[in-house]
């Protein structure tokens, strides 16, 4: 099983290569999906049915 260490690290990578990959693209649609992967690796948890605003599905302030 990977370290908690590492998987944090994966998930920084993937922020950041998803962030680069905004940047050199002018597609609304691909970049709204870009933004969700990065939303879903700082999050490390599925927020695609979450309301915008908050952190995750299902939560009620």
């Not at 693209?25 to 049915?49: C, F, M, P, W």
């Amino acid at each position: 099983m990977l370290s908690t260490e590492k998987i944090s690290k994966a998930f920084l990578a993937i922020i950041e290569e998803a962030e680069k990959a905004q940047k050199k693209n002018s597609s609304d649609k691909v970049n709204k999906r870009l933004q969700t992967i990065i939303s879903i690796a700082k999050h490390q948890s599925d927020i695609r049915g979450a309301e915008k605003g908050k952190c995750c599905a299902g939560h009620k302030k």
